[in-house]
């Protein structure tokens, strides 16, 4: 076969060529060529000097790694299972990637093509990828002139910027003025399709172009009427310190050194910290210099000054996909180039090459910040509507000959001639603007984006394409003033490119929402409108304009109610809003204010005026002191701090009450919920004297971990390659149609990963559309035991395990959805284990960041997350190592003990009773993840169990990159599976071939037996009997300590994240006790694959897994 | 272009007393700054001399010129309405010509054999355009001068087309729009407080004037940079330094300057050797 020719395609002049889809070349291909093909291409992009020919290739190179090659690989039957080198492993993490992929090649070179070693191919290869464009992002943002000379300056004597006079002129009454900037935020009428990446706007910069709208927002309900959203205060002080408030975020820090400036996670004022190092006032440059913070400040304030820098956000919550952070950044960054000479006019709004400078140093303090928005996102600098495009690089850009596409975007302010204000209006009368209430990650998203541009995806090239010609008719709408002729276009948009390109931009909550808007209006129901990377939170209805405030009051109805229908299944962050908004004309715009007027937001008296009371009125200095009366005169006068004494009142006395009730809460909760208070303790001292710890879990060093031989697995994947055994798959159908199996799925998690610690049921998660429409995972398993039921005229019994978390809400949503017509029995089996969690102790901490493999983070982002782990270990340390954790919902402060208990609880609650007495020829559990989609009662695999003789029989498959957390492993030469955490050395996981896919066929006597009970036991009940036996069996298991993050939520859908310690017991662990004999089959990667992470969701449904599972369901 | 008169500014609030200092000159003579710079002007083979001053300084001036005196015209500027309206103030003494002109509190130190005004006064008078000298200045010193921007004339080195002036600039802004191609990164051509101006200029600052109306100070630099836009303009970094004898410790090293490059220099150093000999830590 010959070796397609990719170099080609990338370095092609003509766009024909150029966008031709990667897949359509590679269809044919054998995994030979392929692999020729990959080395064609290692080649070409080791010495194109080409950024994006380098990148491309890197995409191509992981595309072809991740779904092309494995594919050919898992059909040709004689492909060989091979090993990932650990030591590659380990340079992936140290994001040392180039010496990555040579470990990994060589290892392919030895080994032929695997599918493992493919696997860690695509994923160093994607990294390398991502960095690359990255290292370009960064070079591009420190070149823009007007932000070099920031990296040269090293020296505080140096510092070249001045504070302005007017600042410096006191009142009267001995206070500075205050400079105030205001800043509305942006709204996106196009979405853009993800076109306002920064790779993508570089890469294809004709393709970049958004119509984005700079709004004043209001929340409805609150009495707000529109105003700028974000503001930054400035002023000079009397201390040579830089004070910096979050309003927001309720934290203040005075900053005496230079290193403080350039801690990012220290606190929650990370984002003022990159304004003023972004704006100039601490230069980059100056970082590590040991220079002192109040020479900086004498040079430029003068000698005892300092700067005080207010942020403060109107009740915006996060996630609104209204760039609310990064126009915060760009209105700080202002009022810090306003106050230092770097703007021509201290106050009103700025100029366009001033607005291109905010934009400019935004970007960099979103570097520095380690975060990332798009290049739109600074548009509410802006004045009113613009076009904002990607621009070729010319021969003046620093871009040029690198990429093909400029950094810095152009915007083009739309007149009033070209929209008119009659039309502006009409805009406002018919957009209802919503939070859903959901704030989601959407990284992930934006990785899927780039990946399949530049792969030139055949479905999301042309969907992008089109998405182009939405701008247009977007556009067209506008300046005819047809609004309604908008609402049809950005459905349009939603309906067709946003969705071709990423599916999971829509959500089951979204579609609901659209579905009861629709009810509710009818024909007045003009469109929906979608903002930002994912749907969920920041929305638009765009409705007719007689019933715009109905439809305000009607969306809040339709969003709280559906939100309460899903909060245990979507990950929402607060309760919805909608907005009242109204364009902004201006941009961003600033104020001095100056005599009486002269005083910081009333959310930042109630931040501060506490700690100033505390002190001696006389030991304030005179300027404070006359703030305070100032701010007397205002409670009384000004309306805008009407509330002030009330909030400073909270503040200074605030109330216990609703801690003390949600600790008697989680107390009657764990009551409840069977916890062990006197085994919590024996963990507690266990901990504290280091008993028991991350390090504890491993089994001992000397302990020999080796692969599996050949002889102790079944390689059941041929018999999914069609070599089907017949005589196995006879034996399975005829148990079927006996009704001896049952499924059991555990289904008592949270799914920590799946929506990073928010706390839902992922059982009930609508995760993905099958057969047109959002399918939660209980209802897939469903499906595929209604099909194999109803294919051998039986009906499969399907069991879910539930905990404290689920119980509740799958009971509840199964009886809504009347257990999805299911033909049979559905039943929950309750946990009857809890634990409490517990803060974790700096040394189990240490080890984690220490001695466990972490992925190292490129340079800024490993910065913030060094100061973000001091900050974490010292709130151990104050918050009391091993201490109860309970600074949060109840919920969030449980955690259950492990999926080992999740059978034996069958035994323990009458379910498995229950199940006996309706089929007494029951014989065989299938026991398997919620998420193991792939799963089902396949006869030919049941048939294989039945003949083995074994108890248990484990699905495993063969290991990938991501596959960590143990595997099947011969332990001092007995083969069993060993769990990551109990792995001696990191290494040793990488000697071995297969994972553990935690599905296992069970011969129920045989359990039982291993127990020392029998189906009479479990018939008669005896409760007492059945807990010692299973106690007596859990405690031949070891314990094992875990760290899980938790978020903690707070504010306006503000999120903390903290690491807590929780102890489990694990299922698989049974394969390690020597009287029970258990098997191990091998079966192909779609039956086993787990979905841990919503990132796996778009290469699960590309690589044909999705399709694979579909086939085998029968929906309703 | 001939240059027959120079004009000296000296009525800025902070520099005021600063020209009737004393130093010792190269020749080992102690002299008023003022006296330095009225040697600088008339070596550079010009004759007459105006002097702006704040009312009631003549007499203290004209002490400090000592012999220089006769030569002298002084223009009292009735306002202290800015640099630029200084130099409108002499308009009738300067008619309707070119002139040279100085700022009171700067001394100059040429490197070459030339003394500084003379090698503006000679490029001005080949190219006969207005010519304003600069240095090469470090931006960490930008919020102390104005600065230009341009291009190199072919050929000519040290000659630089004049296409942007800016007063103080932020460095930030330097960076946008005054890079000049072939200066080191972080360094720009700032103003050396000595120029070759034509009588244009006294229009121009007229204009700044009547707009200003006595709301806003008037600065030199609004005028200079329209007058770039209007006809040519060069600017010639200079082979010598400007010493600002306002500056913290700027009379200091001024005078050390002088000393180190007249005839007094091995006795300077010398003496600054056994100081810093004699230094207990």
Known sequence: ?1116 | MEITQALITAAGESQRRLPLQTLVDRDGTPKTALQILIEEVLQAGIEEIVIVVTPGDIPAFTQAAGAFAPRLRFVEQSHPLGYGHAVWSARESLGNAPFLLLVGDHLYVSSASDRCAKQLISVARSESCAVSAVQATHESKLPLYGAVGGRLEAGRRGLYQVSEILEKPSPTEAEQRLIVPGLRAGHYLCFFGMHVLPPAIITLLGEEIAAANGKWKVHLTNSLAKLAGRERYLALELQGRRYDIGLKYGLLTAQLALALSGKDRDEVLTGLADMLARRDS
């Open chain 1, 1 to 1116: 076969m010959k070796t397609p020719d990719l170099v080609r395609i990338i370095t092609a002049t003509d766009p024909n060529v150029r966008d031709t889809p990667l897949e359509s070349v590679l269809s044919d291909c054998s995994s030979a060529a392929l692999v020729a093909a990959c080395e064609q291409l290692e080649t070409f992009r080791s010495e194109s000097e080409n950024l994006y020919e380098r990148a491309r290739a890197l995409f191509f190179l992981a595309a072809i790694h991740r779904f092309h090659l494995p594919a050919k690989l898992a059909s040709e039957p004689d492909a060989s299972k091979g090993l990932i080198p650990f030591h590659g492993y380990e340079q992936l993490l140290q994001r040392r990637f180039s010496e990555a992929i040579d470990t990994f090649r060589s290892q392919q070179n030895a080994d032929g093509p695997t599918d493992g070693v493919s696997s860690a191919l695509a994923a160093a290869y994607q990294r390398l990828a991502f960095q690359t464009l990255a290292d370009q992002v960064r070079r591009s943002v420190r070149s823009v002139r007007g932000n070099q000379w920031m990296f040269r300056m090293g020296h505080p004597e140096d510092h070249p910027l001045r504070i302005k006079a007017e600042l410096l002129q006191r009142g009267p009454d001995g206070t500075y003025p205050i400079l105030r900037e205001q800043t509305p935020v942006r709204m996106d009428l196009t979405h853009s399709a993800w076109s306002d990446i920064f790779f993508l706007g570089m890469d294809f910069p004709e393709g970049a172009r958004v119509i984005n709208v700079s709004v004043d927002l209001g929340v409805v309900g609150r009495g707000d009427t529109p105003k700028p959203p974000v503001s930054a205060w400035l002023r000079v002080l009397d201390e040579p310190v830089l004070r910096l408030t979050s309003v927001d975020l309720g934290a203040t820090a005075d900053l005496t050194s230079l290193s403080e400036v350039f801690d990012f996670a220290k606190d929650y004022l990370g984002l003022l910290k990159a304004a003023i190092i972004a704006a100039g006032i601490v230069p980059p440059g100056v970082e590590g210099s040991g220079q002192e913070l109040s020479t900086l400040l004498a040079r430029m304030v003068g000698v005892g000054r300092g700067l005080e820098i207010v942020s403060a956000v109107n009740n915006i919550p996060k996630g609104s996909r209204l760039a609310v952070s990064t126009n915060l950044l760009g209105s700080l960054i202002s009022v810090c180039m306003r106050a230092t000479g770097q703007a021509a006019s201290l106050t009103g709004p700025l100029l366009e090459s001033e607005r291109r400078m905010v934009l400019a140093r935004a970007l960099l303090g979103e570097w520095l910040g380690g975060s990332g928005g798009g290049w739109q996102d600074s548009g509410g600098v802006w004045p009113g509507m613009k076009l904002i495009e990607g621009v070729r690089a010319s021969e003046d850009d620093p871009e040029h000959g690198v990429s093909r596409g400029r950094l810095m975007p152009r915007h083009t302010v739309l007149g009033h001639d070209e929209i008119s204000a009659e039309t502006r209006a009409k805009l406002q009368n018919s957009l209802v603007v919503v939070h859903g209430g959901m704030a989601q990650n959407v990284g992930p998203i934006l990785e899927m984006v780039t990946e399949k541009y530049l792969l030139r995806s055949a479905r999301e090239w042309s969907g992008r394409k089109e998405a182009l010609g939405i701008l247009e008719d977007v556009l067209a709408a506008l300046r005819r003033g047809d609004i309604k002729a908008l609402g049809e276009v950005t459905t349009r948009n939603f309906r067709g490119p946003i969705q071709t390109i990423i599916p999971w931009a829509t959500n089951f909550y979204t579609e609901q929402l659209i579905q009861k808007a629709s009810k509710a209006f009818g024909e007045d129901f003009w469109g929906f409108w979608m903002l930002g990377g994912m749907s969920g939170g920041g929305m638009g209805f765009i409705v007719a304009p007689e019933r715009k405030k109905e439809a305000q009051e009607q969306l809040q109805i339709i969003m709280s109610q559906t939100k309460r229908e899903l909060q245990h299944a979507l990950p929402f962050a607060m309760e919805p809003v909608v907005f009242n908004y109204s364009i902004n004309e201006n941009g961003t715009f600033a104020e001095l204010i100056e005599g009486e007027q002269a005083l910081m937001p009333p959310g930042y008296y109630s931040l501060t005026v506490p700690s100033l009371v505390k002190q001696d009125r006389h030991s304030l200095p005179v300027c404070r002191r006359a703030e305070l009366d100032k701010l007397a005169s205002a409670a009384r006068l000004n309306p805008d701090f009407g509330g002030t004494v009330q909030s400073l009142f909270d503040a200074l006395l605030p109330r216990s009450q609703s801690g003390a009730s949600g600790r008697t809460s989680l107390e009657a909760l764990l009551h409840a919920n069977g916890f062990d208070s006197a085994q919590h303790e024996e963990i507690r001292a266990d901990l504290k004297e280091g008993r028991i710890g991350l390090a504890q879990n491993r089994l001992r060093a000397s302990t020999r971990i080796e692969d599996v031989l050949d002889s102790d697995v079944t390689d059941a994947t041929r018999w999914f390659n069609s070599q089907t055994d017949s005589k196995l798959e006879s034996i399975g159908i005829e148990s079927i149609k006996r009704g001896e199996v049952a499924v059991v799925t555990l289904a008592a998690g949270a799914g920590s990963r799946w929506t990073q610690g928010a706390g839902v049921c992922k059982a009930l998660h609508p995760f993905c559309k099958f057969g047109g429409k959002h399918r939660t995972f209980i209802e897939l398993h469903l499906a595929k035991s209604r099909s194999i039921g109803r294919r051998y005229q039986t009906s499969v019994p399907h069991v879910f395990t539930t905990s404290y978390l689920t119980h509740a809400p799958i009971a509840e949503f199964l009886a809504s959805v009347r257990n999805y017509d299911y033909d049979g029995s559905v039943a929950l089996s309750q946990g009857r284990n809890v634990g409490l969690r517990m803060v974790p102790t700096v040394r189990d901490l240490r080890f984690m960041w220490e001695e466990m493999p972490q992925q190292t983070l490129d340079e800024q982002q490993q910065k913030v997350r060094e100061s973000l782990r001091g900050a974490l270990s010292s709130w151990a340390a104050t918050q009391g190592e091993a201490s109860d954790y309970t600074d949060n919902l109840p919920l969030q402060c449980m955690h259950p003990v492990g999926h080992f208990f999740e059978l034996p609880n069958l035994f323990r609650n009458g379910v498995l009773a229950q199940l006996l007495r309706e089929r007494p020829t029951l014989k065989t559990l299938l026991l398997h993840n919620i998420d193991t989609c792939g799963v089902n009662v396949d006869p030919t695999l049941l048939g294989h169990h039945l003949t083995s003789g074994k108890c248990l029989n484990f699905e495993v498959i063969e290991r990938r990159l991501e596959d960590r957390g143990g595997g099947l492993a011969r332990v001092n030469a007995q083969p069993r599976i060993v769990e990551g955490l109990a792995m001696p050395r990191e290494e040793d996981e990488f000697g071995l071939r297969f994972y553990n896919t935690m599905s296992t066929w069970i011969d129920l006597d045989g359990l039982l037996a291993l127990c020392g009970l029998s189906r009479e036991d479990i018939l008669s009940g005896g409760e007492a009997r059945i807990t010692t036996a299973i106690r007596e069996l859990a405690g031949r298991l070891p314990t094992y300590v875990t760290l899980k993050e938790v978020k903690k939520r707070w504010g306006h859908g503000q999120e903390d994240v903290f690491p807590v310690t929780q102890f489990e017991k694990l299922w698989s662990d049974l394969s390690a006790l020597p009287e029970l004999e258990s098997g191990f089959i091998v079966v192909p990667r779609v039956r086993g694959q787990q979905l841990k992470d919503p990132a796996q969701l778009d290469g699960w449904l590309r690589d044909g897994s999705a399709e694979w599972v579909e086939s085998m369901c029968e929906w309703l």
